[in-house]
């Protein structure tokens, strides 16, 4: 089955810096890739996600890309802000129900 | 808009017990229905998973023994952890869809065993 590796299992940046997480996956039928972010003992909410019909979306200050080829999809925060700081969790979907969530990177967001 | 409620949303049960969690969908129809749990430091694991005129689909490792679910209607299902111990504590989470829409996921049921 699908399987998805977080790379970055922490990351610290200064504030007003670009933050990267990089994921990959193994499915190559797997079509959705949406993440999300959990704030301290806080449940997950919805950050953004990109399907496989294209290769980039953006929202505001976040980025994501996706590279079918290399199974692999990052997502890419620019002007870091304190409250980015959070645990971050890319996940991937099959063509079926199932989301198959990476291990979580905690971003750290120094002032 | 659509909204996934869960509860409780905290409960604490002694070893060896049960208890009962629900998840309700609100704003749309919950075709289906994944419950995870995210174990202390860990990500979130699928439970099972739960599909209108499917049958009921649990991952490696768990079991409908241990985690039996309902799923009666289109905004509404059930999970209870039977048997809880120490190593069952964590966050449980409800992610509801209708058909291939992006998945809601509820404030989760954070379970504490003693």
């Known amino acids: 089955g699908e399987k998805v590796e977080q790379h970055e299992s922490t990351l610290s940046v200064r504030e007003g810096d670009s933050a990267v997480i990089n994921c990959t996956y193994t499915d190559t039928a797997s079509s959705y890739f949406p993440w999300y972010k959990q704030e301290a003992g806080k449940s997950l909410h919805f950050v953004i996600d990109i399907r496989s019909n294209v290769d980039r979306k953006q929202s505001q200050r976040l980025t994501v890309l996706l590279d079918k080829k290399a199974k692999r999809f990052s997502l890419h925060i620019t002007a870091t802000q304190p409250e980015d700081s959070a645990i971050y969790f890319c996940a991937a979907k099959t063509g079926g129900y199932k989301v198959v969530f990476g291990s979580g990177t905690r971003l750290l967001v120094s002032p | ?114």
């Open chain 2, 1 to 114: 808009g659509a909204l996934v409620y869960q509860y409780p949303r905290r409960t604490i049960c002694k070893s060896g017990t049960s208890m009962r969690m629900e998840c309700q969908a609100v704003g749309f129809q919950a075709t289906s229905v994944a419950w995870y749990r995210q174990s202390p430091q860990k990500t979130f694991e699928l439970i099972a998973l739960s599909t209108v005129n499917s049958a009921i689909k649990y991952e490696q490792n768990f079991t409908q023994e241990k985690f039996p679910i309902s799923h009666p209607n289109l905004s509404f299902s059930s999970m209870t952890v039977l048997n809880a111990y120490l190593e069952d504590r964590g966050l449980y989470l409800c992610g509801a869809r209708e058909g291939d829409d992006e998945q809601y996921f509820g404030p989760g049921t954070r379970l504490t065993v003693l």
